[in-house]
C-alpha cells in the first residue's frame, strides 16, 4: 500500500511563496506520474499540476502557468510544489496524488494540506 504525506501547506499574503512536499511511502512505490490538485471551500477539487516520474514532463492548469512549479526527487519518492506570486484565489486544500499507470487516472491521494492566501 502507498501512503502519501503532504506538508508545507500554511497561511500566507498574496504575493509570497510556498514550498508544497509529497513524501510517498509503501512497499512497493510505483508511479507513472504525479499531479497536486486543490479543493477551495464549497467548490470541487481541480487539477493544478502533474509531473511525470520517469521523463519529467509537467503539465499546469492555466491559472498557475508562471507562477507554479511542479518538481520531484526520485531518490527520495517526493514530488514538490513551488508556489510564488500566491493569490487568494490559490486558497483551498491541496493533495497530492499518484497515478499508477499513465491513464490519467489518480488511485492514491494524500491527506492534504491547507494553504491560506490573505490580500
Known amino acids: 500500500q502507498v501512503q502519501l504525506v503532504e506538508s508545507g501547506g500554511g497561511l500566507v499574503q498574496a504575493g509570497d511563496s510556498l514550498r508544497l512536499s509529497c513524501a510517498a511511502s509503501?512497499?512497493?512505490?510505483?508511479?507513472?506520474?504525479m499531479g497536486w490538485f486543490r479543493q477551495a471551500p464549497g467548490k470541487e477539487r481541480k487539477f493544478v499540476a502533474r509531473?511525470?516520474?520517469?521523463?519529467?514532463?509537467?503539465y499546469y492548469t492555466d491559472s498557475v502557468k508562471g507562477r507554479f512549479t511542479i518538481s520531484r526527487d526520485i531518490a527520495k519518492n517526493t514530488v514538490y510544489l513551488q508556489m510564488n506570486s500566491l493569490k487568494p484565489e490559490d486558497t483551498g486544500v491541496y493533495y497530492c496524488a499518484g497515478d499508477s499507470t499513465g491513464a490519467h487516472v489518480y488511485d492514491y491521494w494524500g491527506q492534504g494540506t491547507q494553504v491560506t492566501v490573505s490580500s
Open positions: 509503501g512497499r512497493t512505490f510505483s508511479s507513472y506520474a
Open positions: 509531473i511525470n516520474w520517469g521523463g519529467g514532463d509537467t
